[in-house]
Nanobody, 124 residues
Framework: QVQLVESGGGLVQAGGSLRLSCAAS????????MGWFRQAPGKEREFVAA????????YYFDSVKGRFAISRDDAKNTVYLQMNSLKPEDTAVYYC?????????????????WGQGTQVTVSS
């Protein structure tokens, strides 16, 4: 069973940067997509970014395009989310997730493995 562990969250001022990491361990890692989602208090979980593991193709939610970048390190079985120009509305718990089937990379219900989440707080 693949386990995902996020790290790198914290408190940052608006305009600042953070890099989240998600390390996969346990079993054979063969995910089709790795994704980042976030959930703010009182809101539904929303898609942030995804990467197709085999090709490195990346996909982003419109509100983070040009500010966030998702990447992967094959050797470490780790995916990263570099977040720049952070805004207070980016405040949420960020979750890493994995799915081993194609398509629907932005649908949280299609992901089968989830990390525990890491809090990102952006102050104004």
């Amino acid at each position: 069973q693949v386990q995902l562990v996020e790290s790198g969250g914290g408190l940052v001022q608006a305009g600042g940067s953070l890099r989240l990491s998600c390390a996969a361990s346990g079993g054979t890692f063969s995910s089709y997509y790795m994704g980042w989602f976030r959930q703010a208090p009182g809101k539904e979980r929303e898609f942030v970014a995804a990467i197709k593991w085999s090709s490195g193709s990346t996909y982003y939610f419109d509100s983070v395009k040009g500010r966030f970048a998702i990447s992967r390190d094959d050797a470490k079985n780790t995916v990263y989310l570099q977040m720049n120009s952070l805004k207070p509305e980016d405040t949420a718990v960020y979750y890493c997730a994995a799915k081993n089937t194609p398509f629907y990379y932005d649908n949280s219900y299609r992901y089968t493995n989830w990390g525990q989440g890491t809090q990102v707080t952006v102050s104004s």
